[in-house]
């Protein structure tokens, strides 16, 4: 993700869960309790394989090494899954703020930028939905689409940040 032409950095990176770090709805895709067998993958109560977007282990890992904060913003319905999604991931370490709970993204951005103390103009967040990528581009975040088919891509993400340096 590095890249010598990035100067000006976000000093936050908020992502939504369904649809953006995985593909699926956390609450209706899959079945809890989820559980990691001995192999690593994790596994819902009807014993299918829950999948990632397969660039997310790597995208996340990279920001948190080059120092990034990093946050979640997900509007699921089913945040004690989600959160269980993370842990067996592995993922919970990457996250410094999580606004995981039904109800609007701008709820969860205002909990997020108080919490975090960072201007909404410092933040980029990427999400599936274009009504949270419209709501939330007008508090001054650079908003990134996410497309159910990829994900979030380690090429998303490296545009993004670019995009956030020319600012």
Request: a neutral charge.
């Amino acid at each position: 993700m590095a890249s010598s032409e990035v100067r000006k950095r976000p000093k936050l990176l908020v992502f939504d869960l369904d649809y953006t770090l995985w593909p699926f709805w956390v609450d209706c895709h899959v079945e809890p309790p989820f559980k990691k067998k001995s192999n690593g993958d994790v596994i819902d109560s009807l014993l299918r394989k829950i999948e990632h977007y397969p660039d997310v282990p790597e995208v996340l890992h990279q920001l948190h090494k080059e120092g990034y904060t990093l946050a979640i913003a997900s509007r699921t319905g089913a945040p004690k899954d989600a959160q269980s999604l993370l842990d067996l991931f592995g993922w919970n370490k990457y996250f410094s703020y999580k606004e995981m709970y039904p109800g609007g993204k701008k709820t969860h951005f205002s909990r997020i930028q108080k919490d975090s103390g960072v201007e909404y103009k410092d933040m980029i967040f990427f999400d599936d939905e274009p009504r949270n990528i419209r709501d939330i581009s007008h508090l001054g975040v650079l908003a990134v689409r996410i497309y159910e088919e990829t994900g979030t891509t380690k090429m998303v993400v490296k545009e993004a940040l670019e995009e956030f340096s020319k600012r």
